[in-house]
């Protein structure tokens, strides 16, 4: 059994392949004892601004494992690697209907999933195929022509296509291993294997996304693009058929319901068939741009070199006044700021980075918390009544032609001054008071949350950074309640997943939750 060793502290200038020649001299062992090596993880420590390092942890096998045990046994870096346990797929057979709505991670993964069972599904999505998708959003952001059917928040591979694809979670569950692996199957860099802080980029993803497309084709799933779920047909409590475009019907026993926190007709269709729904929290602000290097200084210091990745940053506050929490989110080093809008009429903004991030600018979201106070009631779209007010409103500061606001943050954090703007964002921005945008509430906690987080990163606050509005799609603004067993409480067969869902938030959540609903799924037809 291999052994597994932590902490293992490297300076960040190192070369890989003097590792192992490092690792060697730690273990005391030559490179004639050794079976292999391979890194399990690795992470970015640059707390110490004149001493960053790699830390690692490292998977080696020794031929005589037996003479190495008592030699290790006191130092508590060194294990054994736990044996890993493959997980089994029964086959199942079965004749009843199979369908996934939408293709983001959930809808994918799901779909991954029932192919290990040997089961097959049709997949629709409302939206077109990633390359002609990515053509839509071309369009979108030259010329403000935007298709409300095939956008940044619709089509093949879902919202994350467009984003920084990170791949990090808070949650724990078995299935992270399984979902990151077959991501590198399909294309993504063997290094978001180890990485402590993986990401694809939007430029691998789409490929990624392909290649999953493909494989799925070649296992017998059925994939209908510009196939919008728009009723359910239902008989005794049970869902029974699907309608797309208004006039395809379609035969369905079980629906993995995996359409994205953006499809708001399809909440509006839930409703009308009296679905249990409630609203949720989310939260709003704006996106907030400043010159990559400038980020790459304030974190790494004056000792920054060309070898370090583009930096990143995490930064909360909770300001007292308000009672609200403010934070950064999805942020995009060498990345740019995007028109996000699936609504004609609205502005929405978000982030994305290549693989690379390579680009001049680092962007984040800069959100506060909003919830029953901002938009009260027990209406369940209440948040998307709120959401789509502040994108409507956004949309004619932007002089109705898809022009987002703009200001530079050193003049918003004060309230005053007239600074240029600097923004990525297409087709292009337009000064505006962005307080007069925003609830008060939420204006006075991002002024405080900016301060704060220029005594958290000297130099965050400054006339070279600019914010642009406003950023609404954090996460869904409705939960569809489900039971333990994933399906509706109030639709059997119908199976709510994902972020859109209301149960997950980002690729690596929505995933698992993806793959657990198709776990459900095929456990119900083992049991008929």
Not at 402 to 429: C, E, I, M, W
Request: a neutral charge; aromatic letters at 8%.
């Amino acid at each position: 059994m291999p052994f597994l060793i932590r902490n293992l502290v490297f300076d960040c200038r190192i070369d890989e392949t003097a590792i192992i020649a490092q690792l060697l001299k730690r273990l005391s062992l030559s490179k004639e004892e050794v079976v292999s090596w391979k890194i399990l993880r690795k992470g970015l420590d640059a707390r110490k601004k004149k001493s960053i390092r790699y830390v690692y942890t490292i998977e080696i096998s020794i031929k005589d494992e037996d003479a190495c045990i008592g030699r290790f046994s006191a130092d508590r870096d060194i294990t054994h690697v736990p044996e890993k346990v493959l997980k089994t797929f029964p086959h199942i057979t079965t004749d009843q209907d199979i369908v996934i709505a939408g293709m983001g991670p959930a809808g994918l993964f799901a779909a991954l999933r029932l192919a290990e069972y040997g089961l097959r599904a049709t997949i629709i999505e409302r939206g077109r195929p990633v390359e002609q998708r990515v053509q839509d959003v071309q369009t979108f952001w030259d010329r403000g022509v935007l298709n409300p059917e095939s956008n940044v928040q619709f089509g093949e591979g879902g919202a994350g296509t467009f984003s920084d694809g990170k791949l990090t979670t808070r949650i724990r569950d078995e299935n992270l291993g399984y979902i990151l692996e077959n991501l590198v199957r399909f294309g993504a860099p063997r290094e978001i294997l180890f990485l402590a802080k993986p990401h694809i980029g939007t430029d691998r993803l789409r490929r990624v996304v392909a290649g999953i497309r493909a494989a799925l084709l070649e296992r017998g799933f059925t994939i209908r693009f510009s196939g919008k779920l728009t009723d359910i047909a239902t008989s005794k409590g049970q869902v029974c058929g699907l309608v797309l475009n208004e006039v395809d019907e379609l035969p369905c026993k079980y629906l993995v319901l995996a359409t994205g926190h953006s499809a708001r007709d399809t909440y509006e269709m839930l409703l009308r068939h009296s679905i249990r729904m409630e609203r949720k929290p989310f939260a709003i602000g704006l996106r907030v741009e400043h010159p990559q290097e400038m980020i790459n200084r304030i974190q790494y210091g004056e000792q920054s070199f060309a070898g370090l990745p583009s930096a990143e940053y995490v930064l909360t506050h909770h300001d007292p006044e308000t009672d609200r929490p403010v934070y950064s989110f999805c942020m995009c080093p060498g990345g740019v700021v995007m028109a996000a809008a699936s609504e004609e009429g609205c502005v929405v903004t978000n982030g994305m980075s290549s693989f690379q991030r390579n680009l001049p600018f680092a962007n984040s979201a800069l959100v506060v918390a909003v919830g029953a106070r901002d938009f009260p009631g027990t209406h369940s779209f209440a948040g998307i009544e709120f959401q789509r007010a502040l994108e409507q409103k956004a949309f004619i500061a932007g002089r109705g032609t898809y022009y987002a606001p703009a200001q530079n943050l050193l003049d918003f954090a004060s309230g005053k001054g007239f600074h240029a703007v600097h923004s990525t964002y297409r087709p292009g921005v337009v000064p505006v008071d962005l307080a007069e945008l925003l609830p008060r509430d939420v204006a006075l906690a991002l002024r405080a949350g900016v301060k704060c987080f220029d005594r958290k990163m000297k130099g965050f606050l400054t006339v070279e950074a600019s914010l642009t509005g406003i950023e609404t799609r954090t996460s869904s603004p409705v939960r569809i309640i489900r039971g333990d067993d994933y399906q509706s409480v109030s639709l059997s067969g119908l199976f709510p997943t994902g972020e859109g869902a209301g149960y997950a938030g980002g690729i690596m959540s929505a995933a698992v939750d993806g793959i657990r609903v198709a776990d459900r799924i095929a456990q119900e037809l083992q049991m008929k």
